[in-house]
């Protein structure tokens, strides 16, 4: 028989949709040293998203906070971001980049729910109702994902599920905490909800998001320079008129104007999709590209080329890891990438020192990164021991140093070993 999920007590709901009712609802977050918050918002229209409604729960109470007709969240903004309060989330990046943008900081103490059940055996990304249903056996609604959040009023269904988005955060994180607890990783934790605030709220003028634009193959450095001006500049005009940058300007316009590299208005206005009124700024981000020494133009991204034995060994940590992670009860694309594990390989291949990635750093260097090691230096033999099992290997010591391979031979164009002895007449040449 199912076992029931454990009885939720029923909280008091409220919609904050005036003045009077925000204060009081301000009133009682002040006094609790744990808030759930989600937010929902409408982003496809605008430069940066428009918040649409705040859902906030506490252990007495769960609230909906209307900021269209309540007036100011700034009193809001700052019991959020109180040092002395723990905020639950779920996925919460762009939740808590709402909040930096309103007060230019993000809530101090993140604890963020699907990192956390990551770090328990849980797969990752796990969405809300997917880890609601795991962990505390409840099913929830989302029907109402593709809903306009600007349009009023709003509809019981619609206030069912903003409410539910929180009703069971507390729930999660007091569980999750738990097992944290248990397993001794309330410290990893704490490493990861820091690194994933850090990178919501990242200052993202000091990245080159401009690298991700499609279309950039063949490009030369000044090519990738005009990209750069122009990327830059569409991100200032996006801001300003406050539209979404793509809208304005396509990224594989971008890529064609780097190509033609325009000298004239006429070579520009050739291209169609141009925004009206903007062509002049544009060839000046142009201009701008061009009149830099070589020496600013921005470096030709290394490809991903690496060579079979870098290839195959990566592939052999990736089994390993995932055997591991079984073993542990992690995620095991929470703590490590492909492409981690091949620079580890890499280094290793020509005896650098490893470079610094998520895998050599914190908790995973300290859990994770000897055991991989040993493998791959070839200090522990990897066996099967149980084909049904959910991690079906084993890691032996060796004591003995393994004798060395050589290298395989070279091959000839046809891929055949030079080494093999020449082949014998048949009878047809008899």
Not at 317 to 344: H, I, P, T
């Amino acid at each position: 028989m199912p076992r029931r999920p454990p009885k939720l007590t029923a909280l008091p709901e409220t919609l904050v949709a005036h003045p009077a009712e925000l204060g009081t609802c301000l009133d009682h977050l002040a006094q609790m040293p744990v808030i759930a918050f989600d937010t929902e918002f409408v982003g496809e229209d605008a430069y940066r998203p428009e918040l649409c409604l705040v859902q906030v729960a506490t252990a007495e109470k769960l609230f909906v906070i209307d900021p269209f007709s309540c007036g100011p969240l700034d009193r809001f903004w700052e019991i959020l971001t109180d040092p002395a309060k723990t905020v639950v989330v779920h996925a919460g990046r762009e939740d808590l980049r709402i909040c930096f943008f309103a007060v230019g900081k993000p809530p101090a103490n993140v604890f963020d729910v699907q990192l956390a059940a990551g770090l328990v055996g849980y797969s990752y990304p796990i969405g809300y109702a997917g880890l609601v249903q795991d962990l505390l056996g409840y099913r929830m609604s989302k029907g109402e994902t593709l809903t306009d959040w600007r349009r009023r009023p709003l509809l019981p269904a619609q206030l069912r599920y903003a409410f539910d988005d929180v009703r069971f955060l507390l729930a999660a994180w007091k569980k999750l905490t738990d097992r944290l607890r248990r397993n001794g990783r309330l410290g990893w934790a704490d490493e990861e909800f820091a690194g994933f605030v850090r990178k919501a709220v990242a200052d993202e003028t000091t990245t080159e998001r401009w690298r991700k634009v499609k279309g950039l193959g063949g490009l030369d450095r000044r090519g990738l320079a005009i990209v750069r001006e122009v990327f830059g500049w569409r991100e200032e005009f996006a801001r300003r008129v406050n539209r979404p940058p793509r809208m304005l300007l396509r990224d594989d316009l971008i890529a064609e104007i780097a190509r033609r590299a325009p000298k004239t208005l006429d070579d520009l206005q050739s291209l169609r999709g141009l925004p009206r009124g903007e062509p002049e700024a544009i060839l000046d981000a142009v201009r701008r590209a061009k009149a830099l020494p070589p020496d600013d133009f921005p470096e030709l991204e290394a490809r991903d080329n690496d060579p079979a034995h870098v290839l195959l060994l990566g592939s052999l940590l990736g089994v390993v890891l995932a055997d591991m992670c079984s073993r542990k009860k992690l995620a095991a694309n929470l703590v490590a990438s492909g492409q981690d594990l091949k620079g580890v390989v890499r280094a290793a291949a020509v005896g650098q020192q490893l470079p610094d990635l998520p895998l050599t750093r914190g908790w995973r260097a300290e859990a994770i990164l000897p055991e991989l090691l040993a493998v791959l230096d070839g200090t522990h033999a990897v066996r099967v021991v149980k084909p049904s099992s959910t991690a079906p290997l084993a890691y032996l010591p060796i004591s003995q140093p393994l004798p060395k391979t050589p290298d395989p031979e070279p091959t000839d164009e046809t891929g055949v070993e030079d080494s093999l002895p020449p082949a014998q007449p048949t009878s047809d040449t008899l």
